[in-house]
Each structure stands twice: as structure tokens, then as C-alpha cells.
């Protein structure tokens, strides 16, 4: 299960936590109402949303937080330095987007008994690639839910999983490419890779069918 922060539908809960894998992203805001299993947070490594969360104590003492075994960096720090020249540019009200937090997850991760991974900026751009190719506006980054989905899928480990998605409303940030990353997911949905956790597929989960 990949739990984006979005609503999840009533019954949603105990159908994730029943899952062998549940990953959450940065502050896990619909814990409880979509489950409490966390194995893995994905967090935002970067700008004012990593040096939040490692700066805040409800986010290190977070239940989400002392349950999961892993933290991943999604934004790995050299991909995001060769970025930052470019962004100065394009769009320079982001000048603290590439400031780089992956030190401190990673030390936080190891003073807590949690490990610790960087997604590879192979990911990254693999995922810019497709986007592209499905007609994406312009855009500076893709989303953290987004390059999980993509690092699962392209990951020989997971090659024979069923990957559920719930949370997922496609929408936020203007600087994410949403509507191109829906279209996606819609792709990757109908080669039977991934599927969403709607309201018919939760009933039948619940109902053993």
C-alpha cells in the first residue's frame, strides 16, 4: 500500500493495515483514518518541508514516525544540486527548494534504529521522461508520491508485488505535475501493475471475493 495523504475512504483502514507494506509520506496527516501501519515514510528531503520536519519534535515523536523501520530521501541531493543553477533562473521565489536535509534524515534514521535510502535521480528522471511523453506542462518537480510509485515499479524486488494505491487525490502544489502524473498512474492502472483502493475494491477485500 502507498498511502498518499489525501482522503481515504470510510473502511479504508484496516484494509491498509493489512497490507504486508504500508509507506506514508511526510507527516502521515490522514494517520489513523487511513490505518496505522507504517513500515516506510517517504519525506520531502529538501526546502522548508525537511528542515520542518526535522525541526519539529510532534513530527520525530509522531506515532507514524516511531512505528516505521525505513525513511527514504525522495530527492536525491545531487540531482537536486544540478537543479538548483536551473531553478535560480526559471523560478527564482523557490531559493531555498534545493537546500539539502538528507544528512539530517539519515542521522535521524540511525540515532533512532531506522534505515535509511535515497531514491537515485535515475528514478527522478526516468519519471520526467514519461511524464513528458503523456504532455506534462511545464514543471518543476514531480511529486514525493509519484517518484515512490516509480521507484517501486522499477525495482526487481517488487516486480511480482500488487501495488495499491490509496490517498492519492492528485492535486496540491502548482509545481507538480498532476494532471500528467494522473494520466500516468491511469496507464500503469490499465497494464495491471498498480491499482487504487476504491469504494467496490475495499467491499470486496472486505468480503473475501
Request: hydrophobic content about 45%; some cysteine.
Amino acid at each position: 500500500m502507498i498511502v498518499g495523504n489525501g482522503p481515504v475512504d470510510a473502511g479504508a483502514a484496516p484494509l491498509i493495515d493489512a497490507a504486508d507494506l504500508v509507506i506514508r509520506f511526510n507527516g502521515s496527516r490522514n494517520f489513523g483514518a487511513a490505518g496505522r501501519r507504517t513500515d516506510i515514510i517517504a519525506v520531502c528531503n529538501t526546502g522548508r518541508p525537511g528542515a520542518q520536519m526535522l525541526a519539529d519534535p510532534a513530527w520525530r515523536d509522531s506515532e507514524a514516525v516511531s512505528r516505521t523501520a525505513e525513511i527514504w530521501s525522495v530527492r536525491d541531493p545531487d540531482k537536486f544540486a544540478d537543479l538548483k543553477p536551473q531553478l535560480a533562473v526559471s523560478h527564482p521565489e523557490l531559493d531555498d527548494f534545493c537546500d539539502d536535509y538528507t544528512d539530517g534524515f539519515a542521522t535521524f534514521a540511525t540515532a533512532n534504529g531506522k534505515r535509511h535510502r535515497i531514491i537515485h535521480r535515475n528514478v527522478h528522471e526516468a519519471l520526467d521522461a514519461s511524464l513528458l511523453a503523456l504532455g506534462a506542462e511545464p514543471y518543476v518537480v514531480p511529486s514525493s508520491g509519484m517518484v515512490v510509485i516509480e521507484a517501486l515499479l522499477s525495482d526487481p524486488d517488487h516486480a511480482d508485488d500488487t501495488i495499491i494505491l490509496a490517498g492519492f487525490g492528485h492535486s496540491g502544489w502548482d509545481g507538480h505535475p498532476f494532471d500528467a502524473e494522473r494520466r500516468l498512474v491511469d496507464r500503469y492502472i490499465a497494464s495491471g501493475r498498480v491499482m487504487r483502493l476504491i469504494p467496490l475494491f475495499a467491499s470486496s477485500l472486505a468480503q473475501g471475493t
